[in-house]
């Protein structure tokens, strides 16, 4: 196993419970081999949550004299912290409106709003009426000859004009009637009443401080779907948050439905785990780290949860909720959507802990795992998880660019294939499946489902498409390919046409029109970093002495 990344490596078999613990619980022990001096390593502790200094600024060399000033200015930022993401008041509001008690407040802003709306509709009302009788005037002016020369007309005369009177009459009292339907039906597709007021920006039930802010208008409805209506993280680099879209979830909870689990945990999943059926939903557990989400579920729903280190934010109290969950499990799914940065290694050690306190908890449960990740970190997943294989469905995310449905990938021009991201499961594929309104379909050979680009080869036995195209069979190198690449008899494999080949010290450059020769000079000083010349044209010239 391989645990380098660079010159960085991660020490995963570091007892975590005596390391240093920043605001996100404890830390993660790296080592980095440093430039000049061979040998020289530098052991260091930083946040498990996040990799930018900026997000946590966390950093401490292994050996270094902790001072009782630096102690207890951690503990203070972390004090802040937890108090900054208390959401009792939020909860407690959205309590309220889920059981029907609306703020005053908020129905004096209803009947404000009715009442504009209703004095918009009366003041245009009354400028269509002005038109109409500006309009009747000019007409009575133009007709009044025609008036007179109608009166001094016959009788039968007199009966026609009543009986076009009362046709015209007929027709507008129709109208009228189609008016009150179009308005009753405009009536029935207003949105439904708004039962509480959330702050985007604080990301819980406004207050009267956030007058400025970006609030949303949330209905009983919404209140059990929180993540359709909290704004993804996705611009800030240390959260890049996305929710899967409506056909992944749909998928994923009729595939939970179809094989019978009885319990699920979701780690990072909040679309997915709010889409649960009652019967489902009452026995699952969400756990993420994003707060925001205590403000929708209680302690027996949702806890706040860091992933890479097992640290719960909310102490003793989540770690038994979560003890009692796994001792009540029967059939367990894991469903689990990790940073797709983070590495392969950590998330598996992380999955890890889970399953072993799982089977200290519950000796008789049954586990089941799934994945998303994408198709191209197969090889390093597979590295650190025998138990998991790829299925060809293609998870996608709402509002995402890269990661969103084909035809929108198409349409911006990013991706052709479609989504890159798939899951990996430990439920047999022959028993996994994929939706055929989408395009997938069952291989005769495989009995797998699969998507409908990949092929079955005959020569390998398998369906052996990885990203959406389809793949063709070498024989030289006994395995199939993807479609733009031939087989080099200088690298022994296939590769693109156009590529660099490494034969011993020597480089070869293809061109179309002629194959060069370079030899490969070994690097002396292996670990000196270069010299940077930083802010040269900066710096000015200094005249010579005459």
Known sequence: MNDNFGNLKLHLDSDISTHPRCKHGPTLLFSRHMGGTQGVVKNFYVCAAYRNRKDCDFYQEVGDKVTQARLFRLSEASKRFLANNDFGDSYKAVSDAREGKVDSDLEEDEEMEENVDTIADLAEDDLASEEENDAEDKESDVNGSEEVEAKESDVNGSEEVEAKESDVNGSEEVEAKESDLNGSEVVEAKKPPTVLKFC????????????????????????????????????????????????????????????????????????????????????????????????????????????????????????????????????????????????????????????????????????????????????????????LVMSDYRVTYSDHIQFGAKEDAVKSGVRKLGSPVRLFTSIPLSVLQLPASEGYQLCAECRVWV??????????????????????????????????????????????????????????????????????????????????????HKREKIPKKC
């Open 200 to 387: 985007q920006d604080c990301g819980r039930a406004s207050t009267p401080l956030c007058l400025i802010h970006d609030i949303t208008k949330l209905s009983r409805e919404d209140l059990d779907k929180p993540a359709r209506i909290l704004k993804a993280k996705s611009k800030e680099s240390k959260e890049a948050q996305y929710f899967f879209s409506a056909s992944t979830k749909e998928f994923l909870v009729d595939t939970i439905d179809s094989q019978g689990f009885t319990h699920v945990l979701c780690i990072g999943c909040p679309s997915v785990y709010e889409c649960l059926p009652d019967t489902i939903s009452s026995n699952s557990l969400l756990l993420d780290l994003d707060p925001r989400f205590l403000s929708f579920y209680n302690s027996k729903q949702f806890l706040w949860y860091n992933f890479f280190n097992g640290h719960f934010f909310n102490g003793e109290n989540s770690s038994t909720i979560f003890r009692d969950f796994l001792i009540s499990c029967d059939k367990l799914l894991i469903l689990l959507d990790p940073p797709f940065g983070a590495k392969t290694e950590l998330i598996s050690h992380s999955l890890d802990r889970i399953i072993d306190q799982l089977e200290m908890f519950s000796i008789s449960a049954k586990l089941s795992t799934m994945w998303v990740f994408p198709y191209y970190m197969e090889r390093q997943l597979r590295q650190h998880r025998k138990d």
């Open 451 to 536: 998507a409908q680009e990949n092929r079955h080869c005959d020569q390998c036995g398998e369906c052996t498409s990885k990203d959406g195209r389809t793949y063709v069979h070498c024989d030289e190198c006994k395995r199939c390919v993807k479609p733009t690449y031939t087989h080099c008899k200088l690298c022994q494999r296939c590769k693109l046409p156009e590529h660099k080949c490494v034969e011993g010290g020597v480089v070869v450059v293809k061109d179309k029109e002629n194959i060069k020769k370079v030899v490969v000079e070994e690097k002396k000083f292996v670990g000196k970093r270069k010299s940077r010349k930083r802010n040269r």
